[in-house]
């Protein structure tokens, strides 16, 4: 991670709201609206808690980074994440933004499909294919990056099944000074592995590649990583090329990129932390740019998730009970816990007031609603003494919240998204029993 010298914002106001846990850092205090609609208003219509998504954010989120990307290099295609946030509003938002769908698993398959999207637009990733949806993607075009051999021996014969050749892509994982490396997925480079997969594959006559891709990890703090990687697959691209005639179509540099959010244990707010998207393009784009002549570009696949939906979405949670703990600690039992905020395990979420609330600032512990001692959403936060019933506002929560929340203990709650006319509409009902038990059965004996 990029070391900065540590300079101490300046605190100006100090009589509402709170700071954040002891590294002084003035957070926003109250927000009473989202996108002009007042908090309290969505609470009261939909109840609490409530996931609410800016449409106006996610559409300026992905028009922002395709121009950043755009600027660097001519040829560049966005592939939304399914497993991100696959709600299928968020989808089609994307999808309308020019976005192909990456999917990771049958599941996201179908439901892409679903929702009208084309095979040629699906980019189909993952450790695990099940046969029978690797060969209806195959038979409706999308593309594949492989992730194992024996994926390339399943790939091969649906090829012998179908008759012809197929374009496939591969999966790389590589050193580009991220640690701990996510050396699981795909082939390895510097083993070699790559390039006896790729003997292999030319050998079996069935399959070419014409994809390389490279998914790094997650909420990756150096810019320069991303550079490293762009080198290293254009290297294994001309070498692919020159030894078995491939033409490499395209380059794929998967997600990876930071959301505004804080990572538990970092000291530094997300605006000092969190290198801008512009960093990563200019980065990607100069390497490409600097070893590529013009007339030979590959297309340059971004698969970003969290950096474009995190911060566009919302939870609003209300306290519901005041405790003082043993040691004296103040503490506050929300409705919505870790089984709605998977990443509260490791982000530090922002925690606004949804209304103005004025006293003394003292360190409190925030409690989800659930029968577990792991249900905490934030260990120490300053907050003035908060009423029961006091709205609070959870962001960035629009990424892998909304997929892996839990049904557990409680029911999931309702999804809002709030359209550029500033109009909430569902996109999620709110779970009811009927939902829960419908795939459930009684055997017989039991009845
Ligand atoms: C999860 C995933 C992404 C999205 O990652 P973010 O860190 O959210 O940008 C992209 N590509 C692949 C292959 C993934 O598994």
Known sequence: ???????KPAITKLQVGFLRDKSSTLSSLVRKEIDGVPVKDLLRRYGSPLFVFSEKRLREQI?????IFESQYP???????YKTNYLDAICRIFHQEGATAEVVSDFEYEKARRLGVPGEKIIFNGPYKPKNILRRAVEEGARINADSLDEILDLEEIASEQGRKLSIGLRINMDTGIYPRWDRFGFNLESGEV??????????????VVGLHCHQGTFILEPEAYARATEKLLTLARQLEEKFGWNIEYLDLGGGFPSRNRLKGVYLPPEVAVPPLADYAERIGRVLLSRLQPGEYPLLILESGRALVD???????????????????????????V???FTAFWYSLKVELGDEILGPPEPCVLYGPLCMNID???ESILLPPLPRETPLVISPVGAYNITQWMQFITYRPPVVLITEEGHPEIIRKAETLEDIVRLENLPEHLR
């Open 1 to 7: 991670m990029k070391k900065k010298a540590y300079q």
């Open 63 to 67: 028009r922002y980074a395709r121009r």
């Open 75 to 81: 040829r560049v295609e966005f592939s939304w994440s």
């Open 195 to 208: 390039l006896q997969v790729a003997q292999r594959i030319a050998a079996g006559g069935k399959l070419e």
């Open 311 to 337: 911060e566009a979405g919302f939870l609003l949670t209300t306290v519901r009970a005041i405790k003082r703990l043993p040691t004296g600690q103040r503490a506050y039992v929300l409705d919505a816990g």
């Open 339 to 341: 089984n709605l905020l």
């Open 376 to 378: 905490v959403v934030e």
